[in-house]
């Protein structure tokens, strides 16, 4: 029998899909760890005589899954370059920045479950999507969506090579929220929900041969949307009422863990779509808007102590 409190989840860069790393491991925190395998019987069409199915080969697998974590300070950094498909542009003297680019990055994970010594290893893995969660009354979350290309699994050693222990990182809450601006000035109206969300609709290669799990993974055309929810006044009016046209406005959402510190999501351009709200008489009258990021790559922003 397994306790969940003593599944433990460690991650390793990797340069080759297929090379287990033996350094670099480091314990990533997390809420839950959903990554899994699933492979594809086929059953054989063949007849035998009898009205009994043959048992089906093994023609394909997935691996994929989500984990999800609370937003620290400096803990997900190259998970979250991943998502963006790039490097972090670092600064000196400004804001480190991640925008959308084309450089992929390839995982090692390893999940755990210690008191039973059951260890598994997905290799070859990719940060396909990538969802931010801001609410009033919550921790920030953030969920990261995985797709990969090899597993393993032993019975008696974890993969994870003496994985470092990440010291925890701050965290943030709806209370963390800055100002919000729409076209550089403050939105104006009272926000309470905000989300994020990077699908970089990745699909996997598949080809003849030893190729289980995909010979490759490709990013397509990155999908970036996201939504909010709005007190219904003037301000909120003005921002949906962009869907008439198509216009485009400009967001940015600081998420502050201390005076300097603090991550800034910025969409230069992005369409929105919301329906007019229809609330009771007991009810707070809040409009969801939707958007859409087109033209410009978003922004994220580390600003350092």
Not at 98 to 114: Q, S
Not at 209 to 227: H, K, Q, R
Request: hydrophobic share 40%; charged share 15%.
């Amino acid at each position: 029998m397994s306790s969940g409190a003593r599944v433990i989840t460690s991650i390793a860069e990797q340069t080759d899909p297929k090379v287990v790393p033996t350094t670099g491991w480091t314990i990533l925190p997390n809420i839950t760890n959903g990554l899994t395998v699933s492979n594809e019987l086929t059953s054989s069409e063949m007849l035998s005589g009898g009205r009994i199915a043959a048992a089906g080969t093994v023609t394909g697998g997935e691996i994929s899954g989500d984990i999800e974590a609370e937003l620290q300070y400096g803990t997900y950094d190259k998970l979250l370059a991943a998502a963006f498909f790039n490097n972090w542009i670092v600064n000196t003297a400004a804001p480190d920045t991640l925008v959308i680019g084309d450089i992929k990055k390839i995982f090692a994970i390893a999940k755990d479950f210690t008191d039973v010594n059951v260890n598994h290893l997905f290799t070859g893995c990719v940060v396909n999507s990538l969802k931010i969660d801001i609410t009033t009354n919550d921790l920030v979350k953030v969920t990261f969506g995985i797709m990969g290309q090899g597993y393993q699994h032993s019975k008696t050693v974890s993969f994870a090579k003496s994985p470092a222990v990440v010291a925890p990182g701050k965290a943030a809450s709806g209370l963390s929220i800055g100002t919000i601006l729409k076209d550089g000035v403050d939105i104006g109206i009272c926000v309470e929900s905000f989300s994020f969300e990077i699908d970089n609709q990745a699909e996997i290669q598949k080809c003849l041969g030893d190729n289980l799990y995909g010979g490759n993974i490709l990013a397509m055309l990155a999908n970036i949307s996201g939504s909010m929810t709005l007190a219904y006044g003037v301000a909120s009016h003005d921002l949906i009422v962009n869907q008439l046209t198509g216009a485009t406005v400009a967001l940015e959402v600081p998420i502050n863990y201390s005076d300097k510190q603090k991550y800034v999501i910025k969409l230069p351009q992005v369409q929105v779509t919301g329906d007019i709200p229809s609330p009771s008489g007991t009810d707070l009258a809040t409009i969801d808007v939707n958007y859409t990021v087109v033209n410009v790559s978003p922004v994220l922003e580390k600003h350092k102590a």
